[in-house]
């Protein structure tokens, strides 16, 4: 089934019980900030983003830890994980946050789809948010950001001084941290988690 035909159904049934979960775009950026951080086991990372993602959570205390993990591994696979596109070209550095780029976000939904995305959290869910984010005009804030922040500069010719500041300094005031690893860090993380926890 595809994405124009699929019916979203929200619910992961078990053996031990029925999981109401609430997949939406801000739950998923703080489970990303949340695998962020290094002071929690990777159990423990487990447990919060279960709690976060799932409406009815009292019902996560009939599950054992191995199936604790097993719920979220079919939660990321249904709900947060999408298919990767190939990428032509890998940019040296980061090209999107989603934490730091909310504000630029922010505006670039409202220009091109006129969705308020402070209205839409806990409702709008990460892959819709996803496809949206997608295909999101090159003339939004956010696409010219990105479009800057791996812009080459070009090689100086003794004439073009000036086009190379003027590139340097949009470079540098857009420019990212390079450390994390851009937008998708966190992500990655739980499902290198998720994946490495599976195999022990």
């Known amino acids: 089934m595809g994405v124009l035909t699929e019916l979203p159904s929200y619910r992961i049934c078990t053996d031990k019980g029925r999981f109401d979960i609430n997949p939406a775009f ?3 950026l703080e489970v990303q900030r949340l695998y962020k951080e290094e002071l929690l086991t990777d159990y ?3 447990q919060q983003a279960l709690s ?3 409406r009815n959570r009292w019902n996560l205390r009939l599950l054992k830890p191995v199936e604790q993990l097993k719920l979220m591994q079919d939660i990321t696979s249904r709900y947060i994980e999408v298919e990767k596109r190939p990428q032509i070209k890998k940019s040296p550095v980061p090209v999107l946050d989603f934490e730091r780029d909310g504000d630029y976000i922010y505006a670039s939904f409202m220009q091109a789809y ?4 402070i209205d839409e959290q806990g409702k709008l869910p990460w ?7 997608n295909g999101l005009p090159a003339d939004t804030k956010i696409k ?3 479009r800057i922040r791996q812009m080459p500069v070009p090689e ?3 004439k073009n001084s000036k086009e190379i500041q003027e590139i340097n300094e949009m470079k540098s005031y857009y420019a990212l941290p390079v450390q994390g690893g851009g937008g998708q860090s966190g992500l990655d993380l739980l499902f290198h988690t998720l994946e490495g926890m599976a195999k022990r």
Do not use: A, S
């Open 52 to 54: 976060m993602l799932i």
């Open 156 to 158: 100086y010719n003794g």
């Open 144 to 146: 010219q950001i990105m």
């Open 114 to 117: 006129q969705i308020d995305l």
């Open 26 to 28: 801000d739950v998923v």
């Open 44 to 46: 423990e990372k487990i």
């Open 127 to 133: 892959k819709k948010f996803l496809y949206l984010f």
